[in-house]
């Protein structure tokens, strides 16, 4: 069975800070990992996917890389801004128990960004 | 980019009446849709796997005939939940894959919030 760890459950920095939000994972045989972010009482907004062949993906100031081997990614944020405070979360694709593609979440992180 | 709608939004209901949640993919076609369920500061959780034309498949602890699951067109799928309680007040969140062969990417609505009074 998959599971989805992320680490810290809570993080709040000064403004204009690099971070970095980590998650790891069980089995190592997914298809792709996917960052979301999910504002208050909101839906899921993607971040970054990464297929299982690839080590990393950028869009503008986020960087996700990924370590299948070890079970393992980080969500790297650069010069965080306010509009960056919101839930991250961390899911797995891989196969479920009946054969069917299966998204494993993480338990996310709250990230605060301190004016 | 592909889009996912959910309608309602949010609904209240009494208990031991049914709700019907729409998940519609706007601009692809989606052969199979997902139904997941998200608790008050929790992680989503999968509830089941819905193929167009056929029976769901529900996730272990899913009562599958409570929540009712079907997707009878490419575009649609349609999640009831009958004779709700309080226990079943959720954010429901859905989700649709595209046809073929690729990423295996997921894309989420928006989400509808049901409360149980």
Known sequence: ????????????????????????????????????????????TSLLLIQSSQREQTSGRLNASLDKSSGRSTLYIAAS??????????????????????????TGTRLTIIP | GAVVSQHPSWVICKSGT??????????????????????PKQSLMLMATSNEGSKATYEQG?????????????TLSTLTVTSAHPEDSSFYI????????????????????????
């Open chain 2, 94 to 117: 859905c989700s649709a894959r595209t046809t073929g062969a690729g990423s295996y990417e997921q894309y989420f609505g928006p989400g509808t919030r049901l409360t149980v009074t």
């Open chain 2, 62 to 74: 899913v009562e599958k005939d409570k929540f009712l699951i079907n997707h009878a067109s490419l």
């Open chain 2, 18 to 39: 049914s709700v019907k949640i729409e998940c519609r993919s706007l601009d692809f076609q989606a052969t199979t849709m997902f139904w997941y369920r998200q608790f």
């Open chain 1, 1 to 44: 069975k998959q599971e989805v760890t992320q680490i810290p459950a809570a993080l709040s920095v000064p403004e204009g800070e690099n971070l970095v939000l980590n998650c790891s994972f069980t089995d190592s045989a997914i298809y792709n990992l996917q960052w979301f972010r999910q504002d208050p009482g909101k839906g899921l």
């Open chain 1, 81 to 106: 801004q306010p509009g960056d405070s919101a839930t991250y979360l961390c899911a797995v694709n891989g196969l479920s128990n009946f054969g069917n593609e299966k998204l494993t979440f993480g």
